[in-house]
């Protein structure tokens, strides 16, 4: 397998993420009214997987190595517009634990930002994962030999280990506090 393999299967959970946004978004226009529950899942799904594990392997071992790399202008071009939609969507979803905080101590006028968020959030994902899985992915894969994209695969699997023991001690750490 190549290593953006388990890259473009992230993004297909990303996507399922995604839509079932876009259903809550639905409901929360029609009953004016917000679940924080849901909004607790989704930011911690965006924050945990899709930034965390999935942006973790982009840009800590993928893009990292392509810096070593002679690239071509285009893809030095693609590599940081993504590096900065990464940036861009952090910070997209900061505002949204903000707004949502709001909401539970009663700041009901803070529903519409709510829904602006979300929208710019399940648009951005789909335009962001369609730019890698059809412009960037496949083709920087030429500048890796074949021992060096097994070497990555295996990094990536070592990256993903890793997380789930900090993932639980983060849990405990949470009920702590
Ligand atoms: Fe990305
Ligand atoms: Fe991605």
């Known amino acids: 397998m190549m290593p953006i393999g388990p890259l473009m299967k992230e993004h297909r959970l990303i996507e399922k993420m995604i839509q079932l946004m876009q259903?809550?978004?639905k409901k929360i226009k029609k009953h004016n009214k917000v679940n924080p529950l849901f909004i607790d899942i989704a930011v911690d799904f965006i924050r945990f997987y899709a930034d965390k594990t999935h942006h973790g392997k982009e840009e800590d071992?993928?893009?990292?190595?392509l810096e070593q790399?002679?690239?071509s202008p285009n893809h030095t071009k693609i590599m940081e517009e993504l590096v900065e939609e990464h940036v861009w969507a952090r910070i997209r979803v900061g505002k949204l634990v903000d707004a949502k905080n709001q909401y539970t101590k009663g700041k009901s006028e803070v529903?519409?930002?709510i829904i602006n968020l979300m929208t710019e959030l399940t648009e951005f994902y789909p335009k962001h994962i369609e730019k890698e899985d059809k412009h960037f992915f496949i083709p920087v894969m030429k500048?890796?030999?074949q021992e060096e994209q097994e070497r990555m695969l295996q990094e990536f699997w070592d990256f993903d280990k890793s997380l789930?023991?900090?993932r639980y001690e983060q849990v405990i750490e949470n009920l702590k506090n």
């Not at 071992?61 to 190595?65: A, G, N, Q």
């Open 69 to 71: 790399k002679q690239l």
């Open 111 to 113: 529903v519409d930002q």
């Open 61 to 65: 071992i993928l893009f990292r190595d």
């Open 143 to 145: 500048y890796f030999n």
């Open 23 to 25: 259903n809550e978004i």
């Open 164 to 166: 789930i023991h900090e």
